[in-house]
């Protein structure tokens, strides 16, 4: 027996006893009873009433390939490929493992639950059941590795598009991928590559959106974190909202590989939590001090530092106090230079 057959009948909010379901996917009711002991061991919320049978609960609607493809625009929906699979180690690492074997996109890998989400830096992506987004996007790229600087920028404006659509305001961008909400992480983004570092390449867009945690994984994390629910005491539907992200990624990609990053730079400065705001750049073991003057053109930051600006590529961004010594003037923020 199939757990996605299961769950495809019990996700219609209605009880269906252990009897029906047991003719309808011709296996024992005992047979059934044993997948969904399975099924509720990974997290999902299914109710059992005597004389009823079960049903999973209202309150974890499951992500539904023909709910997302509705949402799509005809052109969007006809030649993307959906790959949704209840639980899976890591949607990147699935996506991944599609690519070595010759798949050129783009395709879309999407999880209720991750074992073993990626994070940056080699973190775990906390990714409890049916309760998030987990997404990654294959994308194929004709350029070499040095016209995708700036990706992981473009990534996260998608992600505020998608949300401003769904009624959320307030939202904002940390450098190099990280979406806020009141100053906590709501999304992350993961880049990995596969291919020539001259062109062609498979890019590979992870997302990770928190829709709905559980108040408790929510606390548990060591950075302040925060989901959609909890602050906007509303609920969503998880399926539009990964559409709109869906359509938004393309949207960007398309026009990012036509003009670069540079004609999205106002809008990330806009959007920029950091802007103006005095920071520690962790990378490796250095760590370098400065005011947060903006992005260039390829999406690298511009940091004003007691030795002059310096330009940094990569690295982790941690909010620092002024230097006593510091008597630099506000910083400009026309940044037109």
Known sequence: ???????????????????????????????????????????LQIQSVTGKGYRLSSRQGLLRRERILAKLPPELANSLQIELALSIDSTNAEAMRHVQNGLRGPALFVAEQQSAGKGRRG?????PMASNIYMSLVWPFDGSVSTLEGL??????????A??????????VKWPNDV??????????????????????????????????PPDQLESLERPATDLVSHFSATFDRNLLLADLVEALFSRLNLFQARGFGAFRKEWEALDSHLGRWVNIESGKNTTTGRVLGVDDSGALRLQTSDGELVIR??????????VNDASDPVENDNDS
């Open 1 to 43: 027996m199939n757990s996605s057959t299961l769950l495809d009948i019990l996700a219609d909010g209605d009880f269906h006893s252990g009897q029906d379901l047991g003719v309808r996917l011709a296996v024992s009711r005992t047979a059934v009873w044993k997948q969904i002991r399975k099924l509720r061991a990974t997290g």
């Open 123 to 127: 973190r775990q992506w906390l990714s």
């Open 152 to 161: 992981s920028l473009i990534t996260a404006l998608a992600v505020v598009d």
């Open 163 to 172: 949300l401003e659509r769904n009624g959320c305001n307030g939202i904002s």
């Open 180 to 213: 806020l909400l009141g100053g906590k992480k709501l999304a992350g983004i993961l880049l990995e590559l596969h291919g020539d570092m001259e062109g062609p390449l498979q890019v590979i867009v992870g997302v990770g959106l928190n829709v709905s945690m």
């Open 314 to 323: 990569g690295g982790e961004v941690q909010t620092s106090l002024r230097p």
